[in-house]
């Protein structure tokens, strides 16, 4: 058989801080959502402490696991599993022998490599709560970065606090291949001498040190968008949470989003989980089915919802 | 100038351009409330900002709405009359036809179906607020004399993209039939 040439998957990633959020349940209905429209989805959830991806779907915990890839060399399109649901396969992260962080430098590039070259029109990377470096780093790996908050304080701040770690470890390593790491280091550690308190003091101190800096700095930033999904929500006037967090991460940060759309506090859907059932499958006309397909037509199109009322 | 300035504001609230004048309203309450006072978005990144950082981006909302406005005013900036109703305009023709009858009632939940302020109409049209109220209110003795009133008909209903022949021929003979009934009394 020719190889034919073939587009690169696009990667969307979902993260957010806050375990409890509803990732695992957002993702795994973009990708149903996808799969019907045709797209070719690899669902992957590299939760590695806790791998439960499955469990949305319906099925069985797979007997493959990235950890055959990692340990027996297998390949990663031969652990791509089915998921139930026609065009989509799931492959899950769960390293059962190693420890969430024992994953090497090393083969974690191998497996971002890998995860880029596999035969799909959409890669959908379900994230770990918390904002460990390697959750991090697939995080940023992403064409499209999906954060999901609730109408929480604490999910709010937990995903600040993600979207802060995560802008600050891309900017560190992008200057660190210009080889200014040391710089920002310092400086982080001085704070107390220049004055800085906050990520947003030490950028400007940052971009005034030199023009090469600011260009850097100013293309991390414009680099660096993500999609906001608000989950949950049990009143009208909670949409608009949405809009406010997409305006403090730009007024505060410096840090475009989009606010992709929320989505309606359903009873039912934490009973279909416990069922095992995929709920957008038993209801797709559900009013929750609706609000997450059209965030899914938001972010193929790169639009926001329209939210003010 | 203007464009320049435009842009800027549009920016500072966070609007694409073409906004029409209800969303910049909305983004401009949104926004002010928001940077304003605590709540469960901003409370977390208290310690993100200066005070003084703070209330620069509260003066900046505030310049940039009062911005828009007057170029709104000075006619720098086309209204959505050119803009928003027209991307409805295909129902709207099949609206024109259903409703066998246009009141003021009628526009009104028109009006509030495309999200339309009064004030943005008054802003385009240079109609008094009053005037397009008591139009929909169908406060007929408070409109202004015979001769103006079918102008503001034809007006109110072309911002909204009606058919405004229609709209103020029915608009038109529903104030013949209070004028005409009105007459009678006297």
């Known amino acids: 058989m020719l190889a034919t040439k073939r587009a690169s998957p696009e990667i969307w990633a979902i993260g957010g801080g806050k375990g409890g959020t509803g990732k695992s349940f957002i993702i795994s209905s973009i990708g149903n959502c996808l799969a019907l429209q045709e797209k070719r989805v690899v669902l992957i959830d590299a939760d590695l402490g806790g791998a439960n991806l499955h469990t949305f779907l319906g099925i069985d915990k797979p007997k493959v696991t990235l950890t055959d890839f990692l340990e027996k060399r297998v390949s990663l399109s031969r652990l791509i599993v089915d998921s139930g649901i026609r065009n989509m396969g799931l492959l899950i992260g769960a390293i059962h022998s190693l420890a969430p962080d024992g994953i090497k430098y090393s083969q974690k590039l191998k497996l971002f490599r890998h995860i880029k070259n596999l035969d799909a029109d959409y890669i959908l990377i379900d994230l770990g709560a918390g904002a460990h470096f390697n959750t991090i780093d697939t995080f940023l790996l992403a064409d499209k970065k999906l954060i999901v908050i609730v109408p929480e304080i604490t999910a709010i701040e937990n995903m600040y606090y993600f979207l802060k770690t995560a802008f600050f470890r891309k900017l560190m390593t992008t200057l660190g291949d210009h080889g200014l790491k040391d710089v920002v280091q310092n400086t982080w550690k001085n704070r107390g001498t220049y004055n800085i308190s906050n990520l947003n003091e030490l950028i400007v101190y940052l971009k005034g040190l030199s023009k090469t800096m600011e260009n850097i700095i100013n293309q991390e930033l414009s680099g660096f968008k993500n999609h906001i999904i608000l989950n949950q929500i049990t009143s009208s006037q909670e949409v608009m949470i949405g809009s406010s967090v997409k305006s403090i991460c730009k007024k505060y940060f410096g840090l475009d989003a989009s606010y992709v759309g929320y989505i309606e506090y359903d009873p039912i859907i934490s009973r279909c989980i416990n069922k095992r059932q995929p709920y957008m499958q038993a209801y797709p006309a559900s009013r929750c089915a609706m609000e997450i397909e059209r965030l899914t037509e938001n972010l193929l199109n790169g639009k926001d919802i329209r939210a003010r009322i | ?186």
Do not use: C
């Not at chain 2, 036809?97 to 008054?122: H, M, P, W, Y």
């Not at chain 2, 139009?135 to 009606?162: C, H």
């Open chain 2, 1 to 186: 100038m203007g464009r320049d300035d435009y842009s800027k504001y549009l920016n500072t609230l966070e609007l694409s351009p073409g906004a029409s004048l209800s969303e910049i309203r909305k983004a401009y309450l949104h926004l002010r409330l928001l940077y304003a006072r605590d709540s469960i978005v901003t409370l977390p990144v208290k310690d993100e900002i200066s005070e003084e950082r703070k209330k620069e981006i509260l003066d900046e909302i505030e310049e940039a709405y009062h911005g828009l406005l007057v170029l709104f005013e000075q006619g720098h900036v086309a209204t959505d009359y050119e803009r928003g109703p027209r991307f409805e305009t295909k129902d709207l023709t099949q609206a024109s036809r259903e409703v066998g009858n246009f009141s003021g009632q009628t526009l009104r939940v028109i009006r509030k179906k495309l999200n339309i302020e009064l004030q943005d109409i008054a802003l385009s049209t240079k109609i008094q607020i009053q005037y397009l109220e008591n139009i929909e209110n169908e406060k007929f003795d408070a409109l202004p004399p015979l001769a103006y009133i079918r102008g503001f008909v034809v007006s109110y209903a072309e911002y909204l993209g009606l058919d405004s022949k229609k709209v103020a021929e029915d608009y038109m003979s529903r104030y013949h039939v209070w004028k005409g009934g009105n007459e009678k009394k006297t």
